[in-house]
């Protein structure tokens, strides 16, 4: 479901001083406001967690991974990095594992150096 309206500070500063001050039950809270029992709910649970009333803007998208995970994959990746005796050992692997012949994987091979020197 789409997000509606934000509810504005004044409203969810009576929110809580209805919960803190007069004690009152969310149910009670809604019908009192007019507005949905689970909006009351949420704005107290926040004002709860954080002891603020206005809603925290976040500065873009979260990351997916944490910060140590991301570092070590890069770390990772960067020692990954093939000397050109390596590469030799790979490609020969491949072919092992390939249903190509030598002929045609050396005329890949030499494309790529030309390639390379363009």
Known sequence: MGKGKETSLDLRQKVIDLKKKEHLGYKSIAKKLNM???????????????????NIRRTGRPQKLPDGVQQYLLTQVMKEK?????????????????EVTTATADRCADLDHSKARE
Do not use: M, N, W
């Open 82 to 98: 093939h000397s050109p005796a390596e590469e030799e050992d790979e490609e020969q692997r491949v072919l092992d594992t390939a």
């Open 36 to 54: 949905p029992l689970s909006t009351v709910r949420s704005i107290v649970k926040k004002y709860d967690s954080t002891g603020l009333v206005e």
